[in-house]
């Protein structure tokens, strides 16, 4: 596919897919590869403009949310600081301490950059539904549809 004509896959897409798949792995794939070869428009993690999202762009968007998760600089997560996360708190996510729990292999209570490294990578994986090593915007939809429909359902709320 030529730079030109290659679908960009949006930031919002993108995150929202990684976001909701990753529930398990407790974080979200939003920020831009430092070392891309060429810029990409505002709003995509394909910095490259290739069409699709490589892992290395993957890492460094994940890099880039970890750090961004982190308030306090520690290089560690809280349940706190999950939860302060833009979306976090979305209706049918589940509660950040629910998330930190299915990511915190050590069970202290934090996120590690290798936990949350461990965790989004697995989840790359599970999106990249044919194995190549690459993203499609067809598979981050996909993808984002099966999490979607994986979610228990939320009670509807009684009107007062």
């Known amino acids: 596919m030529n730079r030109s004509t290659a679908p960009r896959i949006p930031l919002r897409i993108a995150?929202?897919?990684?976001?909701?798949?990753?529930?398990?792995?407790?974080?979200?794939?939003?920020?831009?590869?430092?070392a891309a070869p060429a810029p990409a428009p505002p709003g995509t993690v394909d910095t490259d403009g290739d069409g699709v999202l490589s892992a290395a762009e993957h890492s460094a968007a994940?890099?880039?949310?970890?750090?961004?998760?982190?308030?306090?600089?520690?290089?560690?997560?809280?349940?706190?600081?999950?939860?302060?996360?833009?979306?976090?708190?979305?209706?049918?996510?589940?509660?950040?301490?629910?998330?930190?729990?299915?990511?915190?292999?050590?069970?202290?209570?934090?996120?590690?950059?290798?936990?949350h490294a461990a965790a989004t990578d697995a989840a790359y994986k599970r999106l990249d539904a044919d194995g190549d090593g690459r993203l499609t915007l067809d598979e981050v939809r996909a993808g984002a549809a099966a999490a979607q429909a994986a979610r228990p359902a939320q009670p509807t709320p009684t009107p007062r």
């Open 62 to 115: 994940a890099r880039g949310a970890f750090q961004r998760m982190d308030a306090d600089g520690d290089g560690r997560i809280t349940v706190d600081e999950m939860g302060a996360m833009p979306g976090s708190n979305a209706a049918g996510m589940p509660s950040a301490a629910d998330r930190m729990k299915s990511v915190d292999t050590d069970g202290d209570g934090v996120l590690t950059a290798q936990e």
């Open 15 to 34: 995150a929202l897919a990684l976001a909701a798949l990753a529930v398990v792995a407790g974080g979200v794939a939003v920020a831009q590869d430092a």
